[in-house]
């Protein structure tokens, strides 16, 4: 009879023990972020399409028509010329913003006198809007690829330089009291201490200045020459045709997630003993 109550105890302690484990398991089709993320995002897309045929379409479109303006763009080959003239701008733009941000990001902490001299000027450019610049900008440089270029090297560059320096001021002085303490070469500290610690700060500046970029690609290319993305933005806005006006908006869109999500991969990679990614 004993034996029988334990066995009976024990099939009950197994089965309250293997409840909760099946009930997260049926919980878990739905506790997934990609349901969620996706989900959500056809559920926009469905209202939209709903709602859209209801608005003027002089002001507002929906996502079929803006998916076959997208198809007639592309056969006809503008958007594809557009988007490359505008990613030129952009690589170039950001090349430089990381050349210059980083190294002058780490300089910055080590050497003090040079923290001193381009704090306040560092400082002052980040808090001007510099849409107010661009205007100067294209009057100096002219209407070309130089002056985008430039364009959207100010406004990506102050991110990448400020989370570089932030993330080589945090460092742990203990690395550096060890590395000081082999004799270790201020280059060798700087490639073995403080651009590994660093290296995440310095991805989430670039994350940011992606999109900062993006936003000064686009203005650049609304104030100089009838070239990217911005020139179409422009172009079908004035003739009310916002199936096709949508159409690079939502490139852009996508351009930005595809280059953020890339670099989030890209710094698991190359630094995966960041707290963010354990």
Request: proline share 5%; hydrophobic share 55%; aromatic share 12%.
């Amino acid at each position: 009879m004993s034996v029988t109550n334990s066995v009976h105890a024990g099939g009950a302690a197994a089965s309250r023990q293997t409840a909760p484990a099946a009930r997260q398991r049926t919980a878990a089709w739905w506790d997934r972020p990609a349901l969620f993320r996706y989900g959500f995002l056809a559920l926009l897309l469905i209202v939209w399409q709903i709602v859209g045929p209801h608005i003027s379409p002089i002001f507002f479109t929906y996502p079929t028509k803006i998916a076959v303006a997208f198809y007639q763009l592309t056969a006809s080959g503008d958007l594809p010329h557009y988007l490359l003239q505008s990613l030129e701008v952009m690589c170039y733009g950001m090349l430089v913003a990381i050349a210059v941000g980083i190294p002058l990001g780490v300089l910055m902490v080590r050497v003090r006198w040079l923290d001193w001299a381009l704090d306040f000027p560092i400082n002052a450019l980040y808090a001007t809007p510099l849409v107010a610049l661009v205007p100067l900008l294209v009057l100096w440089f002219g209407i070309y690829l130089k002056a985008k270029i430039i364009v959207v090297f100010l406004f990506a560059v102050f991110p990448i330089l400020i989370s570089t320096y932030q993330g080589v001021r945090e460092c742990d002085q203990n690395m550096l009291e060890v590395a000081h303490a082999f004799r270790s070469s201020e280059w060798q500290v700087w490639q073995d201490v403080l651009l590994p610690f660093a290296l995440p700060y310095v991805t989430a500046g670039i994350r940011l200045a992606i999109g900062r970029g993006l936003v000064g690609m686009v203005i650049a290319e609304f104030y100089t020459t009838i070239t990217g993305l911005g020139f179409m933005i422009t172009r079908y806005a004035n003739n009310f045709e916002m199936d096709k006006t949508f159409v690079p908006v939502i490139v852009l869109m996508a351009l930005g997630v595809t280059l953020t999500s890339a670099l989030k991969r890209l710094e698991r990679r190359i630094a995966p003993w960041s707290h963010g990614n354990r």
